[in-house]
Each structure stands twice: as C-alpha cells, then as structure tokens.
C-alpha cells in the first residue's frame, strides 16, 4: 500500500479523518469531482444530501477502479457542500457510511469540507475529489 495514514501526536484526533497522509506510490491518481449523476447522467438523491453523498462516493470508487486504485490509495479528499452549516454533518456522515457499507469501507484520509453557494447543475447538493497515490 502506498499510503499511511496517520494522526500526529499534538493534533486533535478527528473520527471522520486522519491529519496526515503519507505517500510512497510512484503514481498519482487525481479524479475530478464526483458529483449524484448515475451512468445515465441523471440526478441521484433530488434534494437528499446523505443519497447525494453516498453517490459521489461510489462514483469515486468506479473512477479509482478505472485507474487501477483503490479507496485505500487515497491520499486526500476534498467535498464541496452548498449552502453548508454544521447542522449537515449528520447527513454527509449517514452518505459516507452508507457508502462504506456498499463499498466495503471507505478511507479516512486527510479531507477537506468546503460550503459553496452553488455546483454545476441546480440540483447537485455535493461534489467529492481524491487524490490517490499508487505503485
């Protein structure tokens, strides 16, 4: 495995994510931002941010497969929520269980949450980007 995850002692410990990823693949990975379109190109989860989120994440996984990764080769994610207030976070967290669920697992890289006015098309509620590392 290319990526060590880790929490350094004199940072808080954060369930959701590890502060630091170690890389030592010879190959990067960067998947554009998946957003809640199936293979059709429609909507998932119209106006659901768990079901929107859940969907970015298994879109990930489909586009990590492609370049021959694996969650566990992420090196960071970063999510794009519109309109984001703290009160979201029990939605986005129910998305990503979810996914892990139908994934089995998902990583706990170093992440980054970012509230946006709005995405590309109306009703997309989030957008998720990885950056993996491979050998």
Request: a negative charge.
């Amino acid at each position: 495995m290319a990526i060590t995850l880790v929490n350094p002692a004199g940072l808080p410990e954060i369930p959701a994510y590890r502060q630091v990823a170690i890389a030592t693949g010879s190959k990067l990975v960067f998947v554009a931002g998946q957003v809640a379109w199936d293979a059709d190109g429609t909507t998932v989860g119209k106006g659901d941010l768990a079901a929107q989120v859940e969907r970015c994440y298994l879109n990930l996984g489909t586009a990590l497969a492609a370049a021959g990764a694996t969650f566990d080769d992420v090196a960071k994610l970063t999510a794009y929520v519109v309109d984001w207030t703290p009160d979201k976070l029990a939605l986005f967290l129910a998305g990503v269980d979810r996914a892990a669920t139908a994934l089995g697992g998902v990583p706990v890289p170093p992440a980054t949450l970012i509230g946006v006015a709005a995405l590309d098309v109306p009703e997309h509620l989030v957008e998720v980007e990885a950056t993996a590392v491979i050998d």
